[in-house]
């Protein structure tokens, strides 16, 4: 089992940032892939981006390209989400998750072990 717990969520304006971690604890984690998800009011859930095992290969949504960075630190078991020029449209529950290959993965069914989420709110 691999538990995951999101933080650095909250509400922030349209044009800042906003880093968002998981900290990743159980299973060794850190040969897993990992990816972050977000949930908007009245949507489903959709990919984010995504990095494999060592952070060398990433993938991200074309919604979040040039914005969003994803990275990796195995020795603290945490992958990282830095949001820049947040815009509005990016408010969501933002949600943590880890998949037990070692390439990144960008499917929810691909993904193993979930965050609880927690939530992000750009104003205008």
């Known amino acids: 089992q691999v538990q995951l717990v999101e933080s650095g969520g909250g509400l922030v304006q349209a044009g800042t940032s906003l880093r968002l971690s998981c900290a990743a604890s159980g299973r060794t984690s850190s040969t897993f892939g990992m990816g972050w998800f977000r949930q908007a009011p009245g949507k489903e859930r959709e990919f984010v981006a995504a990095l494999n095992w060592n952070g060398r290969t990433t993938h991200y949504a074309d919604a979040v390209k040039g914005r969003f960075t994803i990275s990796r630190d195995n020795a603290k078991h945490t992958v990282y989400l830095q949001m820049n020029s947040l815009k509005p449209e990016d408010t969501a529950v933002y949600y943590c998750?880890?998949?037990?290959?070692?390439?990144?993965?960008?499917?929810?069914?691909?993904?193993?072990?979930w965050g609880q989420g927690i939530q992000v709110t750009v104003s205008s």
């Open positions: 998750a880890a998949a037990s290959l070692r390439s990144f993965a960008i499917y929810e069914t691909e993904y193993d072990y």
